[in-house]
Each structure stands twice: as structure tokens, then as C-alpha cells.
């Protein structure tokens, strides 16, 4: 069965440096997302991407924050300069396939920043 | 802007008996989504509803949508151990696109 893959699984950072999350999504869905979760708390959309521009972003999704589908295949989201209340597990989803509107989520990266 | 409260945030509920999380909405919905999330764990799609009286089953679970009262319910039948996790619905309007989720229902069986 087709799913969502993540990578990587875990990253510390230092605050300051910039990392990037990377998702392959589900090979013929057409939406991707990315969420995240910080501990304990409910799931918080961060940004939408469709035919190769953001769609939708949230208040969070601020210029510290960008996305790419730099292939067919992957879909990445940057953060430029990492802070300490960015540490929270990043979910990626993608939606648009059979079952049109059910979004897959992948495994997450949990990003700790200290 | 389209706000998800769930209730309980909490249920301890004891093996064999039955229960139901509410999930209501504030402004119109197209679609309404049930995920399960173990601890550590991604989001396991369970439901989504897409009509007004739309009702989904599978095994123990059965999620209904409730358009008008802007309700959706998750109801556990003769809950098992199994069964224990965090229950999130996800409400969404429009087309592909942000879903909003509750504060999820942490469910705990007990024996």
C-alpha cells in the first residue's frame, strides 16, 4: 500500500541553523501539506502546496518557513533559522489520489532545537 | 475562521462498555476527518465524512456528521484495550485544503 515517507526520523539542530525536512508524498496525489505537532498539543496546519505554488499557509508559515517540490518525487520544507519554540514533530500529508479528499500523513520528523 | 472543539479531552473508560467523543465545528464544513494518533505515532486516517448524515463503521468505531448541529461523533462499541489512543477529528471547507483539527480525546482502556 502506498504511503508517506519521511526523512529524517529525528534532527537536532542548534538555534540558528537552518535544516530541512523532507517528505516524498504518495506518487499520484496532487495535494501536499505539512502540520505539526508540538508535544502534547493538537495538530496545526502550516502550508498547503498545489500544482507547484502554496495554495494556503498559516500564521505560523512566517518567512522563516518555505517549501519545494524540487522533483517529482520530493516535497521539502525549509526552516531558515531555527528557534527554540520551532522543536515539535512535522507532519507531512498528501491528498488528490483515489480517495480524493483523505489526507495520508507520513511517519513525522521530530525536529528538536536547543 | 473555522474553530474544532472536542470533548472529552480525557475518557477512561473500562473494557466492554460503550461511549462517544463529541466534535463540533464552528462555521460551515465540507468534509469532517476521524484520526487516531498512538503515542510517538503519525495520524491514522479512520473516517471521513463528506454529507450530512453521513454515517462510517468499522469494527468498534462508528463516526456520523451532523451538518446542520455542526456535530460529528465518534462512537466506541464494547471498547477493548486495543482501542487506546488519541482520537482527533479534523474539520475542512472548500476544496483540498488546511484541514483544522481538535484538541483530541485521549482515550484509555481499562480493563
Known amino acids: 500500500e502506498p504511503e508517506v515517507t519521511q526523512t529524517p526520523s529525528h534532527q537536532v539542530t542548534q538555534m540558528g541553523q537552518e535544516v530541512i525536512l523532507r517528505c516524498v508524498p504518495i506518487?499520484?496525489?496532487?495535494?501536499f501539506y505539512w502540520y505539526r505537532q508540538i508535544l502534547g498539543q493538537k495538530v496545526e496546519f502550516l502550508v498547503s502546496f498545489y500544482n507547484n505554488e502554496i495554495s494556503e499557509k498559516s500564521e505560523i508559515f512566517d518567512d522563516q518557513f518555505s517549501v519545494e517540490r524540487p522533483d517529482g518525487s520530493n516535497f521539502t520544507l525549509k526552516i531558515r533559522s531555527t528557534k527554540l519554540e520551532d522543536s515539535a514533530m512535522y507532519f507531512c500529508a498528501s491528498s488528490g489520489g483515489s480517495g480524493f479528499y483523505e489526507q495520508y500523513f507520513g511517519p513525522g520528523t521530530r525536529l528538536t532545537v536547543t | 475562521e473555522l474553530k474544532v472543539e472536542q470533548n472529552p479531552l480525557f475518557l477512561s473508560m473500562q473494557e466492554g462498555k460503550n461511549y462517544t467523543i463529541y466534535c463540533n465545528y464552528s462555521t460551515t464544513s465540507d468534509r469532517l476527518y476521524w484520526y487516531r494518533q498512538d503515542p510517538g505515532k503519525s495520524l491514522e486516517s479512520l473516517f471521513v465524512l463528506l454529507s450530512n448524515g453521513a454515517v462510517k463503521q468499522e469494527g468498534r468505531l462508528m463516526a456520523s456528521l451532523d451538518t446542520k448541529a455542526r456535530l460529528s461523533t465518534l462512537h466506541i462499541t464494547a471498547a477493548v484495550h486495543d482501542l487506546s489512543a488519541t482520537y482527533f477529528c479534523a474539520a475542512a471547507a472548500g476544496g483540498n485544503e488546511k484541514l483544522t483539527f481538535g484538541t483530541g480525546t485521549r482515550l484509555t482502556i481499562i480493563p
Open positions: 506518487s499520484n496525489h496532487l495535494y
